[in-house]
């Protein structure tokens, strides 16, 4: 059998939403990181940011990249993370990897 082809909503969440939701999210988490300011309302809100995250990339973008292997309850479909490797967490590093590069190069030219 022939895996179940994907609509245009699941292809807009998986090549346009979770890249841009997973940039934010890493840039902003990083931002959290690096600035030393560690309050709960804004702890909280990094948690809940990257609550949404692990929930779209599991809902949205595993579950629907799951393939044939994904009716069986016995283990991990490699479709799905490959997919959810791609849409959700290169982005977030990328995000990650924008904020520290900003931070060198701002720490650069103040010196």
């Known amino acids: 059998m022939m895996a179940p082809r994907q609509g245009y909503g699941s292809l ?22 690096m600035g030393g300011i560690y309050t ?37 479909s490699p479709q799905g993370l490959k997919a959810t490797l791609y849409s959700c967490l290169l982005p977030y590093m990328i995000g990650v990897l924008v904020l520290l590069s900003l931070a060198i190069l701002s720490q650069r030219h103040v010196s």
Do not use: C
Request: glycine share 8%.
């Open 40 to 76: 709960w309302p804004q702890m909280s809100r990094v948690f809940a940011l990257t609550l949404a995250i692990v929930i779209l990339s599991y809902e949205f973008v595993y579950k629907e990249n799951r393939g044939e292997s994904g009716n069986r309850q016995d283990g991990l």
């Open 12 to 33: 807009f969440i998986r090549f346009i939403v979770a890249p841009l939701l997973g940039l934010f999210s890493g840039f902003h988490t990083m931002d959290f990181i």
